[in-house]
């Protein structure tokens, strides 16, 4: 979030056009906190919106690919001015799907995530941990990104896994690791970080992208590279064709 704003900042036609950002992000989330706002949907209804779900859902769920990233600055500016028309339809959310008897219920991943989670991860941290990391977020936007995951695994009750699930893979097998620049998930930093563990390792950084990487044409020929020699020194020079972060601008 902190990069996106940022550049935002430093490119001058976004700043132009949404001057103050992270201010008026700010500010919007304590309008919202005190007072919800109430969207009219298409079907004539209201939704609330109040502060953890406009940044759950319009910003935090945005930072997961480029194309969400760039309408985050006209999606605040949109929601300051009491302007839903952009967000109405994502309030209202799809309609269910009509059962079909006999199918397999929709596809779900929280789940798997959330045993992984409460097995390789929970056992091998504490709340303080968690929080004192969380110490680095900025005061305002620090509420929306704490961790709630050691409450829910106190309930969902899967075994521990042995302690060398935590611990760094050491291997002199060669790697290729491959980060988004803009990934809030898996971020450039951790790649770098688990090389110290991994001798014929690279970490590619990839400006401009973000969590799902495998789409994009530099990616695929990156990888198709590394398998076909996989001791080879990457070629990056396809990184020329990827763009910092476009911003949507609206206004």
Known sequence: ???????CAAEPACNRAYPRLEAT?????????AKPAQVRLADGTRADLDDERFMSAFVLERLGHPQGVATIPEIVFQVRDKNYTRIAPELAGPPPPSPTPGAAPPNNGDGVYNTVICAEEAPY???????ARGMSVPAAFRPYVEEGRLELCADWKVAAAPAVANQA????????????????VTPPTWAKAALASLPKGQAIELPGLSHITFGDECVRGLINGFLANPTAAANPACLGMLTALPFKIER
Do not use: N, Q
């Open 1 to 7: 979030l902190d990069l996106a704003l940022d550049r």
């Open 25 to 33: 992000l700010t500010k919007l989330l304590a309008d919202l906190r």
């Open 125 to 131: 941290t504490t709340a303080s941990k968690i929080a």
């Open 169 to 184: 893979v050491s291997s002199d097998i060669p790697v290729l690791l491959l980060s988004g620049s803009l990934d809030p």
